[in-house]
């Protein structure tokens, strides 16, 4: 059964920037959907991005303004969300996810394989 790690959350400055990779042990994620969702304290769990099977189609939630970029190197087997100008609201564990069907969706039901998460936190 595939298993999702995340990596790349650490604490950083109001403005700065962060990468998060999303890799998989016991499967691939290529030619599977993929998504990135987080939570906040407090808060319930939120879709931030998605990705299809091969990067040719793309969605980021509205709200992020287009701070958050989405994509993925199937070479290597990652799936990336690139975040810039990071805000005290984008502090949350983020989660990514992946489901058997090469397209996207933004219902956080659709996917069944779910990685551990990891912490993001942004000081001002």
């Known amino acids: 059964q595939v298993q999702l790690v995340e990596s790349g959350g650490r604490l950083v400055q109001a403005g700065g920037s962060l990468r998060l990779s999303c890799t998989a042990t016991g499967g691939t994620l290529s030619g599977s959907g993929v998504a990135w969702f987080r939570q906040a304290p407090g808060k319930d769990r939120e879709f931030v991005a998605a990705?299809?099977?091969?990067?040719?189609?793309?969605r980021h939630a509205d709200s992020l303004k287009g701070r958050f970029t989405i994509r993925r190197d199937n070479a290597k087997m990652v799936v990336y969300l690139q975040m810039e100008d990071l805000d005290p609201e984008d502090t949350a564990v983020y989660y990514c996810?992946?489901?058997?069907?090469?397209?996207?969706?933004?219902?956080?039901?659709?996917?069944?394989?779910w990685g551990r998460g990891t912490q993001v936190t942004v000081s001002t």
């Open positions: 990705i299809n099977y091969d990067g040719s189609s793309t």
């Open positions: 996810a992946t489901r058997i069907y090469r397209t996207w969706t933004t219902n956080e039901n659709d996917y069944p394989y």
